[in-house]
Nanobody, 118 residues
Framework: QVQLVESGGGLVQAGGSLRLSCVASGSDILDYVLGWFRQAPGKEREMVATITTYGATYLMDSVTGRFAISRDNDKNTVDLQMNSLKPEDTGIYYC????????????WGQGAQVTVSP
């Protein structure tokens, strides 16, 4: 089963940018759809962006035009570029993986804190 480790995140002022990276190991990531999720204090975890093996992407409405997800299948990585950050983007961001033919995410990273100050 795949293991995921995130890096990046931190504190930034509104309007700034951050980049999150996630490295996968233990399994061929070509078998997985990869995604980024976030959880704000007191709220449910929500799906931010996903990317298939062949590069098809999904972005939630509130980040469309500001965030971009990308993957490098040779380096086993998936990145989330976050621009024009808003305070409501604050939360813990998690990298996740699911098999191509499944809807259930079966692997998660440890999480990366993103804090956007007004």
């Amino acid at each position: 089963q795949v293991q995921l480790v995130e890096s990046g995140g931190g504190l930034v002022q509104a309007g700034g940018s951050l980049r999150l990276s996630c490295v996968a190991s233990g399994s061929d990531i070509l078998d997985y759809v990869l995604g980024w999720f976030r959880q704000a204090p007191g709220k449910e975890r929500e799906m931010v962006a996903t990317i298939t093996t062949y590069g098809a992407t999904y972005l939630m409405d509130s980040v469309t035009g500001r965030f971009a997800i990308s993957r490098d299948n040779d380096k086993n990585t998936v990145d989330l570029q976050m621009n024009s950050l808003k305070p409501e983007d604050t939360g813990i961001y998690y990298c996740g993986a699911r098999y191509i033919d499944s809807s259930q995410y079966l692997a998660w990273g440890q999480g990366a804190q993103v804090t956007v100050s007004p």
